[in-house]
């Protein structure tokens, strides 16, 4: 057994604020703003310099913090994109979009933990320079690693030996300057050219998937580790920000499938869709059983008529009437027709032969008396079959 008493707890610790402060850089990968007045085409930059971050991981607790501040030293956040339209709509290009190098934390005791970021497509977004207004809806990928899995606090740690590289993607949220967002309020940035003195914030409520790139199945139980539900808090500030705001929002619940559907998101299934087998066989597609008849056997299935015809007051019309015989022996059958208007005529019955196997078709007269008008459905019965047919009369 690994020893990891003392070592285990101090490092702990560091590794969960290291992870605190990677996820938060890479979440800000997304976002910018740009100065006021800005027409189609204009370029746009942003810094923040103060992001915390919300997230729950079951082997170290939740991280509700401020993951980056002026004095890291860590440098800016740079992200470069172009306005779309005269309105402050913007995008931020997957390639391209982004100037940050990439990290690496020493946690001391031989302990690195590498992070990069990037985005999974492209970022928009909205600037209202006239209220300093910012709304922006990324989906971006973090990649965590380590050149030793076994530098790693237990339970991880124990686990295996090696490099650990995992990417997690997409991660979606939405984030604005609305002030009663969670985790923390967003504000009205008050210098609106140099968008400064404001904040945005905003959830995610489904767990983004893993990719492993080293490390193989130890990424899904670090994976398995990571809550559904997080939020992330970004300012620029002239001021000194000790400490994520309290929240003034309520914290969102986890997505769920829709009704019907099974899996978490964003991983829903729909259940198939059963198909019947068609006439002669039974069961559900692709499991059929052609339905054998007894040998000598009359079997009238699919009667049908035609389903709508018009006709003028004192004339005739027809209508087609179709029957199939299913089994293996000719056979006759006596149809009965009825009008449900009396003005609508049609004749009583008629009596039809139909080989086995075959379908036979008739032609119905159908006449309407000079004092006919309105509507009549022509209904016709046999063998325990019904088929309708209905028939408007025009002056």
């Known amino acids: 057994m690994r020893e990891t008493t003392g070592r285990s707890r101090r490092v702990s610790v560091k590794v969960k604020a290291a992870v605190a402060a990677l996820l938060a ?43 980056l501040t002026p004095a890291a030293n860590l440098g800016n956040l740079e992200v470069n994109g172009t306005y779309t339209d005269n309105v402050g709509n913007f995008t931020i290009p997957k390639i391209g979009g982004l100037v940050f190098p990439d990290i690496s934390l020493d946690l001391g005791a031989g302990i690195v933990v590498d992070g990069s970021i990037g985005l999974t497509e492209s970022g928009t977004g909205n600037y209202n320079a006239a209220t300093g207004a910012l709304t922006m809806n990324p989906k971006i990928s973090l990649t ?72 193989g ?35 969102p619940a986890p997505a769920v499938c829709a009704v019907g559907q099974t899996g978490t998101p964003p991983n829903c299934v729909s259940p198939p869709v059963d198909v019947a087998c068609p006439i002669g066989f039974t069961g559900i597609e692709p499991n059929c059983t052609k339905i054998d008849e007894p040998a000598g056997k009359v ?23 179709d029957g199939t015989n299913r089994g293996d022996a000719d056979g006759t059958i006596k149809v009965t027709l009825s009008s449900s208007n009396k003005q609508v005529k049609v004749p009583k019955s008629f009596t039809v ?23 009549a459905t022509i209904t016709a019965k046999a063998a325990g079959l019904t088929a309708k047919s209905t028939i408007t009369v025009k002056k």
């Open 299 to 321: 079997v009238f299935q699919d009667m049908t008529v035609t389903k709508k015809v018009s006709v003028k007051s004192g004339l005739r019309t027809h209508i087609k009437w």
């Open 144 to 215: 965590l690693g380590t050149n030793d899995i076994g530098s790693l606090p237990d339970p991880v740690g124990s686990l295996g030996s090696g490099p650990l590289s995992c990417k997690f993607s997409p991660l979606a949220v939405s984030l604005s300057t609305n002030p009663t967002n969670w985790p923390s309020p967003g504000k009205l940035f008050v210098d609106k050219v140099g968008l400064t003195d404001g904040a945005v914030s905003g959830a995610w409520n489904i767990k983004p998937d893993v990719q492993a790139i080293a490390g």
């Open 25 to 67: 850089i890479f979440a800000v990968a997304a976002f910018g703003a740009s100065s006021a007045n800005a027409a189609q085409g204009d370029p746009f930059n942003a810094d923040f310099n103060y992001v915390g971050l919300n997230v729950n991981i079951s082997i170290a607790g939740e991280v509700n913090e401020l993951a």
């Open 353 to 375: 032969s139909i080989p086995a196997g075959k379908t036979v078709t008739k032609k119905i007269t159908v006449k309407a008396t000079k004092k006919a008008k309105g509507k």
């Open 217 to 251: 199945t130890l990424c899904t139980i670090i994976h398995g580790f990571l809550g559904e539900v997080g939020g992330l808090y970004l300012a620029n500030s002239t001021t000194d920000i000790l400490a994520m705001p309290a929240p003034t929002g309520t914290k």
